[in-house]
């Protein structure tokens, strides 16, 4: 079974800065899905970023960007120019084809941006 | 806003009852999956529909149970229930676009058992 592990239970930053969010994960396969979701104090689940593992490029959406590292199974989330509103937890899953699959989550990382 | 609805947004039961969480799909997609976010278990897949179909079945207990109607709108039973059970449920769908498609949750329905 694959498991997925943060090991920051907690992060905080200062607004406009840079944080890096860790996630790695245990699996024996070699196509999967990586994601970033974010939990913010309403309790949505919301989608930040996704990584095709087949992709050597890391993706990113705006000021958010990951780095992932298919070898040592690793996938950090980096959070550039860090505001108010990124307050929330976040979450790393993993997700293994085929079509329409189950999302296995990490515990979270709370993240607090200060001002 | 995601897209995915759920009813009702708060639940507050005994213990023993029963109680049925709707979910309602994105326009469009066809897989609906549900999730319980709990203290201790931390977020954990229980079972997904395929246009109507089981597909998947996670830690879902025996006292729960799922259906996917043709309209494809979802809902989750709880029967018999305990303590433990109080969560947040989630519910997310997707659309099959061959392999690893997003899954786009809702804003969940907290239950409270007491």
């Known amino acids: 079974a694959q498991t997925v592990t943060q090991s920051q239970p907690e992060m905080s930053v200062q607004e406009a800065e840079t944080v890096t969010l860790s996630c790695t994960y245990d699996?024996?396969?070699?196509?999967?899905?990586l994601f970033w979701y974010k939990q913010p104090p309403s309790r949505q689940m919301i989608l930040v970023i996704r990584?095709?593992?087949?992709?050597?490029q890391n993706a990113t959406e705006n000021r958010f960007s990951v780095n992932f590292q298919k070898a040592a199974k690793s996938f950090s989330l980096k959070i550039s120019d860090s505001q108010l509103g990124d307050t929330a937890m976040y979450f790393c899953?993993?997700?293994?084809?085929?079509?329409?699959?189950?999302?296995?989550f990490g515990e979270g990382t709370q993240l607090t941006v200060n001002p | 806003d995601s897209g995915v609805t759920q009813t009702p947004k708060h639940l507050i039961t005994a213990t023993g009852q029963r109680v049925t969480l709707r979910c309602s799909p994105r326009?469009?997609?066809?897989?609906v999956y549900w999730y319980q976010q709990s203290l201790d278990q931390g977020l954990q897949f229980l079972i997904q529909?395929?246009?109507?179909?089981?597909?998947a079945k996670g830690n879902i207990l025996e006292r729960f149970s799922a259906q996917q109607f043709p309209d494809l709108h979802s809902e989750l039973n709880l029967s018999s229930l305990e303590l433990g059970d109080s969560a947040l449920y989630f519910c997310?769908?997707?659309?099959?676009?061959?392999?690893?498609?997003?899954?786009?949750f809702g804003p969940g329905t907290r239950l409270l058992v007491l």
């Open positions: 997310a769908s997707s659309f099959p676009h061959g392999s690893g498609e997003t899954q786009y």
């Open positions: 699996t024996s396969e070699n196509n999967y899905y």
């Open positions: 990584q095709e593992a087949y992709k050597q």
């Open positions: 899953a993993f997700m293994k084809p085929p079509s329409g699959s189950r999302l296995t």
């Open positions: 326009s469009g997609d066809l897989s």
């Open positions: 529909y395929y246009n109507g179909e089981e597909r």
